[in-house]
């Protein structure tokens, strides 16, 4: 079986605890082949009484992993990006506001995924299937500099079957061919100060757990997330920059902005943050140049990832839910800052 060759499919669940069967269309387009482990639990019996023997072990529930990486990049074609069906289930809700899809992390809607797992390549029984439900994500989101930006989904669910031979669906039409930009001419700008930076990760510090439910089979059950608090590291240039101290010793929140890519709006992408405080400042090298090492909170979780979408509010409003529109009036308050953000870092 050729790992490289894998591919995932990604259903939000219309019941958080049943499964969605998925077909070709739900394609989770990952910029790798998504990584599965059924992770089962064991408890070896190795009994000294009387002599040393080794016995059967007892084979316990199992609680699969899954991992996928995404691309990001805009699209302007009025559909909507499989990124978002999996951030969805990441604990972020979607909505269209202009010609953005809006991300914003909620605690009021919590959806689940079905994952079909494939390994191995094309061909009759050439595959071998992994099937996982209940699946939710902790995501981090990663902009390195002259680079593509990416984000990262951790998830966990419940088996629902053995690892089975089968056929790889056909998927290559529901690939999309567009461009990840990268983040050069990139405006940023970090609690409040505009920076040169050369790398931030933001992390949603989220704690997914599935529950033991030892009534199924395999052990799984509900999985939930039950913590989270964003946080943000940054690499940024300490010969031209403010010095970040100022901010730290007082305790000042300000605004978080990265914005990056004008091929099919301006930007094509952006994370924007309204309050951000350090909470770390050290010195670094970067290539033999100081630097600052940023450490800091997202305060309140307030945080936007806005990917441009031309004409796609038809095809959001087919998959939002309309009690999702509630618990992200900000989001819709704020879009009126992208362009002038994205010019004016």
């Known amino acids: 079986m050729v790992k490289k060759l894998g591919l995932a499919l990604l259903k939000v669940q219309s019941n958080i605890a049943q499964e969605s069967p998925c077909t070709a269309v739900d394609f989770a387009d990952t910029m790798e082949a998504p990584e599965l482990d059924i992770g089962t639990e064991s408890e070896q019996d190795n009994r000294a009484s009387g002599g040393f023997d080794m016995y059967p072990a007892t084979i316990g529930r ?157 052990g799984g059950g509900d999985t939930e997330i039950t913590e989270r608090a964003f946080t943000f590291t940054a690499t940024v240039f300490a010969k031209t920059a403010p010095i970040p101290h100022t901010n730290l010793l007082a305790g000042t929140a300000g605004q978080m902005v990265f914005s990056w890519g004008a091929v099919k709006g301006t930007p094509d992408l952006q994370v924007s943050c309204n309050s951000v405080q350090l909470t770390d400042v050290k010195p670094g090298d970067e290539n033999g140049v100081n630097t600052w090492e940023l450490t800091g909170v997202i305060l309140e979780n307030d945080i936007v990832l806005r990917i441009y979408n031309a004409g796609s509010s038809a095809s959001m409003t087919s998959v939002s839910d309309s009690s999702e529109s509630a618990s992200v009036s900000s989001a819709s308050g704020s879009s009126s800052s992208i362009s002038a953000s994205s010019t004016s870092l």
Do not use: H
């Open 62 to 218: 199992s609680a699969p992993t899954v991992k996928l990486a995404y691309s990001l990049l805009s699209l302007g074609a009025g559909t909507e990006p499989s990124l978002v069906q999996a951030m969805k289930c990441a604990g972020w809700n979607a909505v269209t506001v202009g010609n953005y899809i809006e991300l914003t992390p909620t605690s009021t809607i919590n959806k689940a995924a079905t994952i079909y797992g494939y390994i191995g390549g094309p061909g009759a029984s050439k595959a071998l299937l992994t099937k996982i439900i209940n699946v939710m994500f902790s995501s981090t989101i990663d902009l390195p500099g002259g680079k593509r930006a990416f984000i990262t989904l951790d998830g966990k669910g419940r088996l629902i079957g053995a690892p089975a031979s089968a056929t790889m669906p056909d998927v290559s039409k529901y690939r999309d061919r567009g461009v990840a930009p990268a983040i050069i001419n990139a405006g940023v700008e970090i609690n409040g100060n505009t920076y040169k930076w050369s790398k931030a990760q933001i992390k949603d510090g989220q704690s997914v757990v599935n529950n033991i439910d030892p009534s199924v089979a395999y």
